[in-house]
């Protein structure tokens, strides 16, 4: 199974662990969701529910749509990360950095917001991507790889405008963020690979309002 890994993979370059693995959250059949979530039309979808009689626990599920993972077996992005599977590779990385962001974060007793979510979710899918894409081509730097994630990527036109608006705002902020990493990372050497991930997991720990300080000071 992808996720277990791409989970390991995230937990990894962030030195973040958790006690839950997410396969054991993973739905693929919507009926088996909440039913205000049955009606969900994405291929990702992490559900989140409040405990009942006023608890504290948070119960999640990460739905991701069988044809989905059917793609993905076919075509193993940790085998090969290549252009035919990149969108479908993003689309479950988006959910297990979800998932693995927000339980963290939870375990810790750190609120999340939606915006949080969204933004760490984009630099995770740049970061994961360099990762694996200089594993599997060493000696390759992928300067493509900013570009397709941040210009060529587009946000689904079915959302609605608040929705819309706020995965903008976590796009621009995570390209902003991601653009710095690429002309510190481009420089190839290993004191800087290591300085860059340093600086990955202070970013990881920060909160929404300091990673958007953080962001904006950027030049």
Known sequence: MLLSPL???I???YDVSIAHDVDDFLVTD????PQA????????ELIVAQGVDGSDEVALA?????QLLQRL????????????????WWTALEGVSHFLYLAWNAGHDKPVSLLEL???????????????LRRQTPGHFPAELHRLLFARTCIDPQLSGARVQLYREASRYAERFC??????LARGARATDAEVLAELRRFYRLTQARKRELIEQLA
């Open 118 to 132: 969204e933004l760490q979710a984009e630099v995770d899918k740049y970061v994961a991507s360099y990762w694996l």
């Open 62 to 66: 990460l739905y991701l749509d069988p």
């Open 11 to 13: 937990g990894d370059i």
């Open 179 to 184: 653009g710095r990493l690429e002309q510190a």
């Open 37 to 44: 979530a049955r009606g969900g039309r994405g291929e990702e």
């Open 7 to 9: 989970q390991h993979l």
């Open 73 to 88: 077996a076919r075509a193993d992005p940790l085998q090969r990360l290549h252009a035919g599977n990149v969108a479908d």
């Open 30 to 33: 919507r009926q088996r969701l």
